[in-house]
């Protein structure tokens, strides 16, 4: 095998399931920051992005059916957010990502009653051949995935900057009490972030799908990868989940070029080394079972 | 008045042995039903009892000490394999490979629990879950030890003495048996030290910390006891199927054995077996009562029985039967004495101290003769830019009660806390009883003597009094985990012992009414006495209290005063932060003086409420004395 050859080619794939990951991670960004909760379903909205896309978009214009899901699935997030996780809002951390897991659960049930466990083909959105950089070859479906998420990732900077809506979730994330005391309602800055989120990871699902397939299980691992590329970035830091996804995309697609088998291995590699690292430090480790009181 | 704590604890001793008179009822239905039930209805059976085993450990690590596990059924698979692989390569005996799966995975869970249980909360969660998903992807990935995605089987079953355990129903046998010793272990380790140990860390890490709990080495020893239950349990199913492969270990599994503790019940044994039996029962039922029902149907009801349970009934099923049965009990006996108890009168602190606390307080060693018990010396403490504590020195001797005051931000608390060892000074030592414990650990610091009560109060509040005042006194001796697990008469005995001594304690703050009341439930005047109670536990020669007076009304306050001047007169110092004045001058026999990180001031009451730094720190040069009155009210009994 030829690195110089292959790496470009391995590092293009790696950006565009790495812009998927950075959407989701957005997304978790958004919903922790706003409720603290970690959504472990964020994964299965982008699922049913791709699966509502993929069912629809031969009876409709592409663009129409991408509309449709992702209003579907906007709808669908704040249902959740009312139906499961709205009655909670006062349990604990435990309990809450425990209930994310149910929902996580009867989603994906519920795409399997509907589809099946059939893969779903989604046609590209430009057919024609694809781009020839150098020694890489870029799918045009690819540069749709990476153009979206650039465009996604600038109108949600954007938002949270310019809106009255963003602003008021930004400040809702960063003092729930100060918020609430200017009049910021936080049930409803949870309504829209678990909207929001549930948009921007339907988005995703729908340019992915013509690359990856729709399938009724693509939904835990996307939100896991996406999880990880949150906690790189620490969680509450939307441009560095944005890139801990590139990142880990990247990663990935080099190991799996490298030995198949690693794939899914290097994602939770790095959130166990990250979470290690950045919550304890390896100092914190030695303070923990190091010195002891000693005779003067 | 006196004697109601002491007349709870044969109450507590009746419901331990009504539960384990329930606990053998179950075991010989168990039998019982082995015999008779059918072969579909035995494999059932025995899943069920595979998952318990697993559950109960669950229990243990996310119920009794509130660490989340999402890794566990790693430890099931790992442990299977073990077994699995000892048994086909190299012909060893099912049974010996059993304990060497158990052994291993115990070594394992040490060394990933090492660093993964210094994360809290969802980030424990989230690695524990990232752990099980690298180990299922080694299972599937590593073929030359594991076979690949498909496995290998030719596993042999257990025998003992010519009986082979091939069938369902001997292997139901087999389970039942182990499951009841699993039961008994995981009871006795739920009902004695180890278990306050446990709750004490899952309701306050740093609390339990501060009382001399090591902290981290109890949440290794549940995670390691939880994973060697899990490892039991995939030994056990590997024999019994015969076969292995990764997929019953996924992570789903780990999903589906937190299910179980939950919608059994996180905070109780039965919730762990419960669990398992619903879940799995209701599992087959629906598969043989909704024809076509496959495993979609059955994903989604999982899902939302989940939720369901976590949002409406989040103690579980056993929590719920609990509370039917105390609500059926109190009603019974509301009914057969409708008379009710007449309230009873204000609880006033004891007079007496207890003789056992006189005579301990009397053996301790009060450090080198002539030196002073604590020294601080050039003590500074930096956040950042902020600096809390600046060259700091202060001696504290025995028998003497020194009040640091100072304004808000003055660095009192930040004192406390580098004392006690929560804080890590800049620079600058600590010296306690020949002991140099600036920057180390707040247990090994509270062992030597150290104990402190907290400004926001913190007592464990889903516990009882007895037991917060119990893991202060057996915070530094007593069974551990595998003591707990046999639970000897004579550990009993020595249990039945302290409980005298943690009642005593209790009488002594006035809250001997309240022996079995959750400390949650308590009034924030009797959750700070219950904080001293148990700071007395410790059996301090340091003991530093930090604003023990507020929130406290006038008759409480002297109270305190009074119970404060008792344990010094024991020979206890005394370290006290305090903002009512006159609460201090009334009190202290020194007077430290902080502003700003510094000291400004040191000395006896009358000299420190003439000296002009104190006034002027307090009072402002500039101002009038009405703008600072109105600002800092706290004020009452300065000079000026």
Known sequence: MNLSLELPQWIISGITIGGIYALVALGFVTIYSVTRVINIAQGEFVMLGAMLTATLHNRMPLALAILVAVIAVTAIGAGVQRVALYPARRASMVTLIMITIGVDIVLRGIALIIWGTA???????????????????????????????????????????????????????????????????????ALLAWAGSAALAALGGAVVAPITFATYSMGLDLGLKGFV???????????????????LGVLESVGAGLHSGLQDVIAFAVLLVVLIVRQVGILGLWGRFGPRPRPA | MVSSAKSKAPFHVAGVARNDLLALLAFLVALAATGVLGAYHLTILNFVLLRAIVVLGLVLLTGYTGQISFGQAAFVGIGAYTSAILTTRYDISPWLALIAAMLLVGVLAALVGLPLLQLEGHYLALGTLAFGLIVYTGMLEWHSLTGGPSGFSGIPAFSILGITFDTPRANAYLLVVITALVTWVARNVAHGRISRQARAVRDSQITAECLGVGTASLKLRMFVLAAVFAALSGGLYVHLIRFVNPAPFDFLYSVELLTMAVVGGLTSIWGGLLGAAVLTVLTEALRSAVPGATGEVQLVLFGALLVV?????????????????????????????????????????????????????????????????????????????????????????SNRLLAVIGPNGAGKTTLFNVISGLLAPTSGTVEFAGHQIGGTRPAPIARLGVARTFQNVEVFP?????????????????????????RLPRVRAVERELEEQASDLLRFVGLADHASTLAGDLPLGQQRALELARAMAQRPRLLLLDEPASGLNPSERAELARLIRTLRELGIAIMLVEHDMEFVMNLADEIAVLNYGEKIAEGPPATIQRDPAVIAAYLGDTLDDGQIQQTNPGLKGIGA
């Not at chain 2, 889903?462 to 046999?486: D, F, H, K, Y």
């Open chain 1, 119 to 189: 893969p779903y083909s989604v046609r590209p959105f430009t057919p024609g051949p694809p781009i020839i950089v150098g020694p890489a070859v870029i799918t045009r479906q690819a540069l749709w995935v990476i153009a979206s998420v650039i465009v996604i990732v600038v109108v949600t900077y954007l938002f949270f900057q310019r809106t009255m809506a963003g602003r008021a979730l930004r400040a809702s994330a960063a003092n729930p009490v100060a918020a609430r005391l200017v009049g910021i309602r936080p049930e409803r800055m």
């Open chain 1, 229 to 247: 590329a949150a906690v790189a970035g620490g969680l509450t830091n939307p441009a560095a989940a944005v890139i801990g996804g590139l990142l």
């Open chain 2, 309 to 397: 349970m976590l949002i409406f009934w989040p103690s579980g099923l056993a929590g719920g039967i609990t509370r039917a049965y105390h609500w059926i009990t109190t009603q019974m006996r509301g009914r057969s004495n409708s008379a009710g108890t007449e309230s009873p009168a204000l609880p006033r602190v004891a007079e007496t101290i207890p003789d056992w606390l006189t005579q301990s307080m009397k053996g301790s060693p009060s450090g080198v003769a002539g030196e002073p018990l604590l020294r601080v010396a050039g003590l500074t403490c930096r956040f950042g830019g902020l600096v809390a504590l600046r060259q700091l020195d202060l001696t504290v001797p």
């Open chain 2, 462 to 486: 889903r516990m009882t009094c007895l037991e917060n005042v119990l893991v202060a006194l057996e915070a530094e001796q007593g069974p551990g985990v595998l003591a707990s697990m046999i």
